[in-house]
């Protein structure tokens, strides 16, 4: 079982920054690739990035150049760092995390205002 606990989300002016994280606690032996997902309000649940345990990383097309992500495996972590948020980003961010099976966080609320 994986615990994923995500934070760092709040409102933001478009053009601004913020860095979301996310740690897994639970009873596992390792972590594979871990990654954020978006849901907007009315729509589908949505592919941000993903990163592997050997550090390779892949972003959806709208995000690409302006998120990054990146984590630590000492501390089971995952993070998203946002830059030059549009108000289109604005979404409940989910962190995903593979280890046997798929787990889910709760997520965590980014609201970009224009």
């Known amino acids: 079982q994986v615990q994923l606990v995500e934070s760092g989300g709040g409102l933001v002016q478009s053009g601004g920054s913020l860095r979301l994280s996310c740690a897994a606690s639970?009873?596992?032996?390792?972590?594979?690739?871990m990654g954020w997902y978006r849901q907007a309000p009315g729509k589908q649940r949505e592919y941000v990035a993903v990163?592997?345990?050997?550090?390779?990383?892949n972003y959806a097309d709208s995000v690409k150049g302006r998120f990054t992500i990146s984590r630590d495996n000492t501390k089971n972590m995952v993070f998203l760092q946002m830059d030059s948020l549009k108000p289109e980003d604005t979404a409940v961010y989910y962190c995903?995390?593979?280890?046997?099976?798929?787990?889910w966080g709760k997520g965590t609320l980014v609201t970009v205002s224009s």
């Open positions: 639970g009873n596992f032996f390792r972590i594979g690739t």
């Open positions: 990163v592997t345990s050997e550090g390779n990383t």
């Open positions: 995903k995390a593979i280890s046997g099976m798929a787990y």
